[in-house]
């Protein structure tokens, strides 16, 4: 073979074993080449064993199945001079006494075995070996060639132990997720009938009390009017609690994506609006609604879109002593933006990454402000829900105060060439 013809066989595996991400595939172009190469018969590439007692085949070409099968290769003469780094020639293997298994070489039509160490980082994990039909010595320039190509060899089975290793590593992380996604799934249906449970006979209470403030039992004193006042204000703060908690299982396990479909955001912010105006005002606010004609309609669940509305309006409310609230709606590239902007005291810049986590209150929250701080947490769970983004920034960039709650909505356009 001219030196061209080796160094292009080599190019090629060396290529092959860099880019390929199956290294099974590589062994395979190996074994092959090396056969092809030297006008072999055939070729294979065995491990050790950890103990260093056994060699057993791993991949190779031009050898029958029987011959492949024939048992344990134990460390012989042979093995111990490649242990050694050499590489070892038998002329005739089947009398040859240093050769395992003579009856079995001769049957199969094996001459001559070439030995060659496999050495990735200089220490032998193997060895290939090139069976010829007749005897055979290999060429000064064969053996160095033979020699180049187990080294490639030995780089793509060291490559093929870390690909298996990486799997079994995948499989076992896969199992875990698994393992915690049923946990979690546990969980939600656990907090959801206890939610369900609770919220019940809450509500009965809740009734009693009213039947009693309104005086059908009987007249009560004013202390226990004040009484029975903050006891179902406390019972309204329980169910709005357990409200939210139901809501997490409800978004977390897929309900809300039967109530998802075509709508128009004018029906998704109309409606609130007006109570969210009068809310404002009462409170000496200012409520400024900016929404555009000729907004494309997006895929969408109303009632829940109005829920995000809802709280980040609210929110806004609650936290603006004075000044006012800008609900701002405008197409952006492929989305929808809604924006929430208000004039309030603003979120402390170490907040701001876990404003949308569960139950996390800003660290300058007033203690009067009362809420479960799950509304950002569900928001964000909703607007996910539609593949939409949400975000907070403070102060609010447009007026250098207060605080700008922004989130996304793709279009109908772009839900249907996401799903394509």
């Known amino acids: 073979m001219k030196s061209r013809e080796r160094y292009e066989i080599l190019y090629s595996i060396a290529r092959e074993l860099a880019s390929s991400l199956a290294p099974d595939e590589v062994l395979n172009t190996i074994v092959e080449s090396v056969t ?41 003469i042979i093995i111990k001079e490649v242990l050694n780094g050499k590489s070892v020639t038998v002329l005739n293997a089947p009398i040859d006494p240093r050769v395992q298994y003579k009856a079995q070489a001769k049957k199969e039509g094996i001459a001559s075995m070439f030995s060659v160490p496999l050495k990735p980082n200089g220490e032998v994990i193997g060895i290939m070996r090139v069976y010829t039909s007749e005897p055979r010595r290999f060429s000064t320039q064969d053996v160095g060639f033979l020699g180049y190509l187990a080294n490639l060899g030995a780089i793509a089975l060291e490559k093929a132990k870390l690909h298996e290793a990486l799997n079994r590593d995948l499989e076992l992380r896969c199992a875990e997720v698994a393992k915690l996604e049923e946990e979690k799934n546990r969980f939600l249906r656990f907090l959801s009938i206890a939610a369900h449970d609770l919220k019940a006979p809450l509500s009965a209470i809740q009734g009693f009390m009213w039947v009693m403030l309104k005086g059908f039992p009987g007249p009560l004193t004013d202390k226990q009017k004040h009484m029975l006042e903050r006891s179902a204000h406390r019972i309204d703060e329980l169910l709005n609690l357990i409200s939210d908690l139901l809501d997490i299982p409800r978004i977390e396990t897929g309900q809300i994506v039967p109530e998802i479909k075509v709508i128009s955001l004018y029906t998704v912010i109309r409606p609130p609006v007006r109570d969210l105006r009068e809310q404002a005002k009462e409170k000496g606010l200012k409520f400024k609604l900016e929404l555009p004609a000729g907004l494309p309609k997006v895929y969408g669940s109303v009632p829940r879109l109005q829920q995000v509305i809802n709280n980040l309006v609210n929110n806004a409310i609650k936290y603006t002593p004075e000044g006012g609230i800008t609900l701002r709606v405008s197409p952006v590239d492929c989305n929808v933006q809604i924006e929430v902007m208000d004039t309030g005291i603003g979120i402390p810049q170490q907040d701001l990454p876990k404003m949308f986590e569960d139950f996390y209150r800003a660290s300058n929250n007033p203690a009067e402000v009362k809420g479960t701080g799950l509304g950002l947490s569900i928001s964000r769970r909703i607007v996910e829900a539609h593949g939409g983004k949400i975000w907070v920034e403070s102060p609010c960039p447009q007026t250098g105060n207060g605080t700008r709650f922004t989130f996304t909505l793709p279009t109908r356009h772009e839900t249907e060439r996401r799903q394509r």
């Open 36 to 76: 092809r190469a030297v006008n072999a018969k055939g070729c294979s590439l065995m491990l050790l064993t950890p103990d260093k007692k056994q060699l057993t085949h791993t991949v190779s070409y031009g050898l029958s199945r029987q011959y492949l099968s024939k048992g344990p290769v134990m460390s012989n």
